[in-house]
């Protein structure tokens, strides 16, 4: 397996605690998604306490229990004085050669680093031009225009693809091509962070392109 060539996402937070069960367990550490499914599955022949622990944290944010670089932190046994580690499951790893990095405690392992939680999320209105409907989305500020045109089409439209998207520029008096390679601010659709005004959401328009050969 080519690890090395794994294409991170960005994600809201909100997109991350709904993976929250046994089957289905992500965490994030400073910033880092970690997606544990198969780490989980692997171990469900040799389950034990830690793993019951680390399913209770799915979908949380873990970064208080770790350093900046993903490895744990650790606190003085009262007990015995000596080290241990403050989240025990980062010691679990799976049985299986497919599903870990030898060598590599998960937390640094990239078999289960998926993506990147959002620096600040976005709010955006989609306007399909054919129906008049608007609709509000939260996107990542990393999102290329081509990430936000797969998140509505999973979310809102699954006949997205036979939509041209476009923007109004020049004082929205020109119907403006998108780069579908950039993100919002590289299309020139920033955000009111820095007006002294409440403005609205940046704008994409949806013309309908008659094509149904495309979904």
């Not at 909100?14 to 970690?34: A, L, M, P």
């Not at 229990?65 to 007990?79: A, D, L, V, Y």
Request: hydrophobic letters at 35%; aromatic letters at 10%.
């Amino acid at each position: 397996m080519d690890r090395s060539n794994k294409n991170l996402r960005y994600y809201l937070k909100d997109e991350v605690v709904i993976h929250n069960k046994k089957s289905d367990c992500w965490v994030i550490i400073h910033r880092k998604v970690f997606d544990l499914t198969a780490l989980i599955k692997d171990r469900l022949d040799h389950w034990n306490t830690n793993m019951d622990y680390l399913v209770a944290h799915a979908g949380k944010d873990l970064s208080h229990m770790f350093h900046e670089n993903c490895e744990p932190r650790t606190e003085i046994s009262s007990r015995s004085g000596k080290p241990r580690v403050l989240f025990p499951p980062i010691l679990e790893v799976a049985m299986s050669e497919f599903v870990k990095t030898p060598g590599l405690i998960w937390s640094q392992d990239p078999v289960y680093h998926i993506g990147m939680t959002t620096r600040r999320s976005r709010l955006i209105r989609i306007i399909n031009a054919l129906t008049a409907h608007s609709q509000y989305m939260t996107v990542c500020d990393e999102d290329t225009i081509y990430d936000i045109q797969q998140k509505y089409k999973e979310r809102y439209n699954h006949h997205a693809g036979s939509y041209e998207w476009r923007k109004f520029s020049h004082g929205a008096k020109m119907c403006g091509l998108l780069n579908l390679n950039g993100t919002l601010d590289e299309n020139g659709l920033t955000s009111d962070e820095e007006s002294s005004i409440e403005l609205p959401p940046p704008s994409l328009w949806l013309y309908y392109t008659d094509d149904i050969t495309i979904a």
